[in-house]
């Protein structure tokens, strides 16, 4: 039975529903590294286009680890996760290894961020890849069309009990590209509400269920923030954003969608509706009056404050679940409100991929896609730390009805939007960094929400204006 042992990282920092497969066509090869063609895209994306050469440098440790061939057929396995997210990783690898007998899985945990993005690249680029990996979906734009990973056999998922049917239509989209594969989704990880139960229903918010009760406008959500705040004496919701490069964008644009739908970048150009941009930054400027919630607080203040019970909401991520569960006695948490047009729940995926061998071993490469399939069947284990299983046959299960608050909020999944698919988006990308320095301008009152609006607009089409490194 293997154990995932770490490996030492790059020096460096840590870092929808996208409903359309991702867009354009493949680039051409440009050069050859390792006896592989490498294109542009393959070697600038990822996390490249800066300090290239030290990357190099760190590449042999890495590809050396890799499985273009291995005799005793052990999946090498690549992924990002720590802590409970690790442990619960490793308990599902050793669950399929005991389920299908002779099933190897060798667990590689690399810091996530900038370094697992370019090793990822690297390993790829030399086509001495491990032989499966985890990615976010919102990169598989900067990786698919530049030959970076490689297509999932249809009929051999299939073979192990995994199709189309079994994934939210959204989120089984956005893992297509040039109509195929290129990823098989592991969990959404939405951007929600949390709230302690207590504080909502002395705030009168909760429904006969116990429920939060359907915040359907601008105007409704204010207003539930004001009686929450009513209750706590400090603020009603705890939303941190202060030096983050994450949380603005994450709430814009899941507003932003229910308002005007997706963004479109694939043509080289964006389309937005600025006066419904505006309205979202008004919104978001007008919850941030130091009473519905803090305009000065950060990620960690805000975890703080909603903790404490100094608020009684907060708006994050569901990856905080483990968190929040340990500090609030009766924690909710639901799918984020429409409060717009169109339900929209901002998220992420991570997601299986195949970073590309040169010469892959068929039957290791069969065995990484029986692999993939028994480690969908244990994401009932992954649900615990609150992400959302994508293999739904996993949500039928009687046990994932029993997980609260999870199942209160697996409704999302059905509504996900993702960051618009560019090769320059994603988790942790430079681009979510610079539109949420853009938006909180206009979020804190240092510009007014027009500005920001331009200010963003600016973002995309400096985004839009880099040499496009499939070109």
Partial sequence: MTRARPLTPLSGPNAGAAREPLPGPPGGPLAALGGATLSRRRLLTGGLLGGLAATLSGCGS????????SATQTVQFWN???GADGANLQTMIDAAEEVVPGLGVDSTVLAWGSPYYTKLAM????????DMAIMHLSRLAGYAPGGLLDPFDLDLLAEFGVTEADFPEAVWRRAQYDGQLFAVPLDTHPFIVFYDRAVAEQAGLLDAAGQLVPITSPEAFLDAGRALAGVTGGTGVAYGFQGDTGQQWRLFYALYCQAAGELDLSGGSVEIDTDAATSVVDLVRTMLDGTIADPSA??????ADFTSGRAGMILSGEWELPALAASIEDLGASPFP????????YADSHAFVLPHQDSPDPATRRETHQAVAELLRQSLTWAEAGHIPAYTPVLDEPGYADLKPQ????????VVVFD???????????FQAQCSTALTRGYTGAATSQEAVADLVDVFDQMLDLPDPEA
Avoid at 298 to 303: C, F, N, V
């Fill in 62 to 69: 890495v590809a050396d680890l890799g499985g273009g061939g």
């Fill in 338 to 345: 429409t409060l717009f047009e169109t339900p929209a729940n």
């Fill in 123 to 130: 390993s790829s680029a030399g086509g001495r890849s491990p």
């Fill in 298 to 303: 950060s990620y960690q203040a805000a975890l």
């Fill in 407 to 414: 199942s209160d909020y697996a409704a999302a999944a059905e």
């Fill in 420 to 430: 618009p698919a560019a090769w320059f988006t994603g988790a942790g990308s430079n």
């Fill in 80 to 82: 990002l996760f720590q």
